[in-house]
C-alpha cells in the first residue's frame, strides 16, 4: 500500500478482477492505497479479499457486499466490471435467445444486483463511486454486430446515468465508462484467428491502435477518486477518439 495515494484507505469492490480491464485496475487501485476485493466467477486470487462468485446471482450478489463490509468495516467504490462477449452473439438474424439472455444476465443484469446491493453500504459510509463498464458500442452501431453485447450495454449507461442524477444529492456519483476495444489476450487471439476483421477495426482507430488495460484503469482510477467530486451521471468516453471521427488519419 502507498502512503498518501489517490485511494488511501478506500474500500474498492472490482467485479470481473480476473480479466484484463478488472486486473489492470486492481493492481491500479491498490498502488494508490486502496483495499481490493476482487470478485470473479474464475478462481483467482486478487485482491486483499478474492471472492468467487456469479454476479448474474442475487443472493451470490448480496453476499460478496455483505462479506466486504463485514471483513474491511465498509465500501467506498464499486467498481461493476464484469461482462462477457461470447462468439454466439451475432447478428440478430443468428443470435439465439438463449445467447441473448446469457449476455444480458451477465452484462446488464449484474451491474443492476450490484448497484441495488452496493449502493446502500455506500450511502450509510456517507457516500462514494460507482462505476460501471460500458463500453463505446453503447454509442455507436456497428455492423460487425454482437447484438445482445450492444444491447446490454447501452442498457449499463442509461442505467448509469439514471443512477447517478437518483443519488447526486446523497453523496453517490455513478458514471458510466466507455472503453473502446482493448488489446487483451482474447481480443489477440480473436484477430490472430482473422487479421482481415482486426483491420477493419483498426481503421476506425484515430490514434491506429487498440487500449491498453492500464489505460482503462487510469480512467477507472480518475472516476473513482476525490478528483472527479463533480462528475456524476457521465458518458466517461476512452475510446482512442473512435467516436469523434468521421475519417482517420492515413
Known amino acids: 500500500m502507498s502512503a498518501g495515494g489517490r485511494l488511501e484507505g478506500k474500500v474498492c469492490v472490482i467485479t470481473g478482477v480476473a480479466g484484463g480491464i478488472g486486473g489492470a485496475t486492481a493492481e491500479r487501485f ?3 492505497g486502496a483495499r481490493v476485493v476482487g470478485v470473479d466467477l474464475a478462481e483467482h486470487s486478487v485482491g486483499e479479499l478474492s471472492l468467487r462468485a456469479d454476479v448474474a446471482d442475487e443472493e451470490a450478489v448480496r453476499g460478496v457486499y455483505a ?3 463485514e471483513e474491511l468495516g465498509r465500501i467506498d467504490v464499486l467498481f ?3 461482462g462477457i462477449s461470447p462468439n454466439d452473439d451475432a447478428s440478430v438474424l443468428e443470435t439465439t435467445l438463449e445467447a441473448w439472455e446469457r449476455v444480458q444476465a451477465v452484462n446488464l443484469r449484474s451491474v443492476f444486483l450490484c448497484c441495488k446491493h452496493g449502493i446502500p453500504h455506500l450511502l450509510e ?3 462514494g463511486s460507482v462505476i460501471n463498464t460500458a463500453s ?3 454509442i455507436l452501431g456497428a455492423a460487425t454486430s454482437q447484438i445482445s453485447y450492444t444491447a446490454s450495454k447501452g442498457g449499463v449507461l442509461a442505467l448509469s446515468r439514471e443512477l447517478g442524477v437518483e443519488f447526486a444529492r446523497r453523496g ?18 480473436l484477430y490472430a484467428k482473422d487479421p482481415e476483421q482486426a483491420a477493419r477495426r483498426l481503421v476506425h482507430v484515430p490514434m491506429g491502435r487498440f487500449a491498453r488495460a492500464e489505460e482503462i484503469a487510469n480512467a477507472a482510477l480518475f472516476l473513482a477518486g476525490d478528483e472527479s467530486s ?4 457521465s458518458t466517461f468516453t476512452v475510446d482512442g ?3 469523434g471521427a468521421y475519417t482517420t488519419p492515413m
Open 172 to 189: 453517490v456519483r455513478v458514471n458510466a465508462l466507455c472503453p473502446g476495444p482493448v488489446d487483451t489476450p482474447l481480443l489477440r487471439e
Open 125 to 127: 459510509g456517507g457516500g
Open 136 to 138: 463505446f458500442v453503447a
Open 67 to 69: 462479506r466486504a463490509r
Open 230 to 233: 463533480f462528475v456524476t451521471a
Open 80 to 82: 461493476n466490471n464484469a
Open 30 to 32: 491498490a498502488r494508490e
Open 241 to 243: 477518439g473512435i467516436t
